[in-house]
């Protein structure tokens, strides 16, 4: 029996001496990503006439026409505008404020005849409406990452007052209204 423990301790030291010669050198290889911050917004603008959207640069309802019938200017062309934004962020919350300058004319302003539709579009046919204002309410309108579908954007839709439909608050543009060139800006802000 002492033999056979001998034997056997033997062979065991044997294999231990044996893989630790064969094992040659370890090493180890650190492996790292760093992944930045991104928070940027893309927006683009189109103009739609009825169901054709085209591209545009501005939100520019252009010379306005007087409706006789209606008493009350509108486009020539009864369109509207989409500003779509894209919100390219990986913080785990964000928040999008919309904020404005007076669409005016020295004193007098549009700021209650323009409708402001924010949508969570969820793709190019489906869209949730988050909330229908008047420009002048849209101002410091804040939309959170919650509201946003996974894969959807924002949409921005912006049209004259019509009379029938539109935000409240929002009135039309009377044939009164003083005549010029009015003008103002939209400011979308990105928050982490």
Not at 6 to 21: E, F, Q, Y
Not at 151 to 175: K, N, Q
């Amino acid at each position: 029996m002492k033999k056979m423990l001998t034997l056997v301790t033997t062979i065991v030291i044997a294999i231990l001496i044996a893989s630790v010669s064969f094992a040659g050198d370890v090493k180890t290889v650190n492996v790292s990503a760093t992944i930045p911050t991104q928070n940027t917004l893309s927006v683009a603008i189109s103009k739609v006439i009825g169901t054709t959207f085209t591209t545009a640069s501005a939100v520019n309802f252009g010379n306005l026409v007087l409706d006789t019938t209606n008493n009350l200017f509108k486009t020539s062309d009864n369109s509207y505008y989409v500003v779509d934004v894209g919100i390219n962020s990986n913080a785990s919350s964000w928040t999008v404020t919309h904020t404005i300058s007076a669409i005016a004319n020295g004193a007098v302003n549009l700021n209650n005849n323009v409708n402001v539709v924010f949508t969570n579009q969820q793709n190019s046919t489906t869209g949730v409406q988050l909330a229908k204002l008047s420009y002048a309410s849209s101002a410091g309108k804040v939309i959170n990452k919650t509201d946003i579908t996974t894969g959807g954007w924002l949409r921005l839709t912006y049209g004259l007052a019509t009379g029938s439909g539109d935000a409240t608050g929002v009135v039309i543009i009377p044939a009164t209204q003083a005549a010029g060139t009015y003008a103002g800006v939209v400011t979308l802000t990105l928050a982490p």
